[in-house]
């Protein structure tokens, strides 16, 4: 007999993980995955309304491409208070009348299946599926009496919808965050608050220049480089007295010789941490140095000083720039630093500051 699986949840926000899953699903069990967004979800008050939360995962099955997973609005046009999952699965159950339903749940969820609604019908009307994770250890009792059968799939990764909204991890398409900065979702509310209009518009361009950049390099750490990105420039809005006490207290070695212009950028990391839990030390890296960039930068700490200075709304062409960088992140990296020195001396500005002389040494063979 032909199988439906049915992958149900918030999807607050829709993340690779679940993507993984579905399509591992798929195709081990040689099924149909129907994802099954729920409005209102018994456990959980989700953080976004079902609405986004349903175009982010259409967004995201948009660009899958795949025949064998789509979404079903059941619980969206339902009328209940809670969507409980005995009557999604009671539905399909008339629905495919010929088929085998399968209920795909995660590990965490086995420990407390038996207080779900009608848990002994339910496992009656549906074969219950559970995606083994690492470190999560499973109810072995609800496992026997309610005739569970694990997935082991360790692909999935350890990305998590609350990670997102947190911004400590970004493992989502592509699509899905632009729609989270388009309608102002999870994160974006408190990174935009910290921002001017224009600022924030500069740094959600250049976390997306960053992201292209890393992209096109093939590199794992694309997210990352688009958080630093977002993230870059936080110490602007911070007026000059409060900025001259973190960098007394945080960042005095960096005080010589540099210009209190600069002193955003360690300002910024400071924020990224301590108000924004963001702990990835690349990412704050990243942020620290973008202005000034310095000796021995991280891989992101290019892509990140590349991505802001070519950022297209700084209103010249920097087409070539970016398409260097596209090509090979470290060469553009240094057209673009060598491109940053020439305009600075035109200019009449200086980079008269140690970071940037050194930084300027060492990749640019100045001295």
């Not at 208070?81 to 999604?88: E, F, M």
């Not at 496992?123 to 999560?136: K, Q, T």
Request: proline share 3%; glycine share 4%; net charge positive.
């Amino acid at each position: 007999m032909e199988k439906v699986i049915l992958f149900g949840g918030t999807f607050d926000p829709v993340h690779n993980g679940h993507l993984r899953i579905a399509r591992y699903a798929s195709l081990k069990l040689n099924a149909d995955v129907v994802f099954v967004p729920a409005k209102n979800p018994r456990w959980k008050k989700p953080h976004a309304s079902i609405t986004d939360r349903h175009n982010m995962l259409r967004i995201a099955l948009k660009k899958e491409g795949t025949g064998s997973v789509y979404i079903s609005d059941y619980e969206i046009k339902s009328k209940a208070d809670t969507n409980y999952t005995i009557d999604t699965v009671k539905y399909f159950v008339n629905k495919f009348k010929n088929r085998e339903i399968c209920l795909l749940i995660g590990a965490d969820q086995v420990e407390s299946f038996h207080d779900w609604k009608d848990a002994d019908e339910l496992a009656h009307l549906a074969h219950i599926i559970y995606v083994e994770r690492p470190g999560i250890i499973v109810k072995e009792e609800n496992i026997k009496k309610y005739n569970m059968t694990p997935l082991s799939y360790e692909g999935s990764g350890t990305i998590s919808s609350k990670a997102i909204r947190a911004l400590s991890e970004l493992d989502t398409p592509k699509e899905v965050l632009d729609y989270i900065v388009e309608h102002e979702l999870y994160y974006i509310k408190d990174v935009k608050a910290r921002y001017s209009e224009e600022r924030f518009k500069h740094a959600v361009s250049v976390a997306n220049v960053a992201y292209a950049i890393a992209k096109n390099n093939h590199r794992v750490d694309t997210n990352d480089c688009y958080i630093a990105g977002l993230l870059h420039d936080l110490g602007k809005k911070v007026n000059d007295i409060k900025q001259k006490e973190i960098m007394n207290k945080y960042y005095k070695e960096y005080l010589t010789g540099l210009p209190p212009t600069l002193y955003h950028q360690f300002v910024g990391a400071y924020l990224a941490k301590t108000e924004l839990n963001i702990n990835n030390e690349s990412i704050l890296d990243a942020i620290k140095f973008h202005a000034t960039g310095k000796m021995n930068m991280t891989p992101i700490s290019k892509i990140v000083y590349a991505a802001d200075k070519v950022d297209p709304l700084r209103g010249y062409d920097s087409k070539k720039l970016i398409r260097a960088c596209y090509k090979d992140y470290y060469s553009g990296f240094q057209l673009v630093l060598n491109e940053n020195r020439k305009h600075l001396i035109k200019n009449g500005l200086s980079f008269d500051n140690p970071l940037t002389k050194s930084c300027m040494e060492l990749y640019l063979g100045e001295k």
